[in-house]
């Protein structure tokens, strides 16, 4: 999993950019997380207790995306996924939503969230 971190110097606005596959990871670090340091303090705390058992999984609903941690992986997922299609389609189509759901070993999530966290402080 590769990803890049900017910023707009225009706006100021901080921007993450995953690689294919991953692309929603980008969308919820730049969303939902922006460069509030205390909810990205808030997800490292989380994996931190759910590294030592302490807890078993963990989810953090947002605007768009929601975030859920488990013991071996994170997800990061649309809210729309969850929603049922209200008309049926022809037989052999489907939905493409690759871009609205992402899986990650959770220690590559966590190495993520903290250069994120890096790079934001940098930023600030």
Request: aromatic share 12%; with cysteine; proline share 1%.
């Amino acid at each position: 999993m590769e990803y890049e971190f900017r910023r707009n110097s225009l706006t100021g606005t901080f921007l993450a950019s995953f690689s294919m596959d991953h692309e929603v990871l980008g969308q919820w670090f730049t969303e939902e997380l922006g460069p509030e340091l205390a909810k990205i303090q808030q997800v490292l705390d989380m994996i931190k207790e759910i590294q030592t058992d302490k807890r078993g999984a963990w989810r953090l609903v947002g605007n768009d995306f929601t975030l859920e941690l488990e013991r071996e992986q994170a997800r990061v997922f649309a809210n729309t996924l969850g929603f049922e299609q209200e008309y049926e389609l022809e037989e052999a189509m489907s939905l493409y939503d690759a871009e609205s759901e992402a899986y990650c070993g959770l220690e590559d999530f966590e190495q993520a969230l903290l250069s994120w966290q890096t790079f934001i402080e940098k930023g600030l």
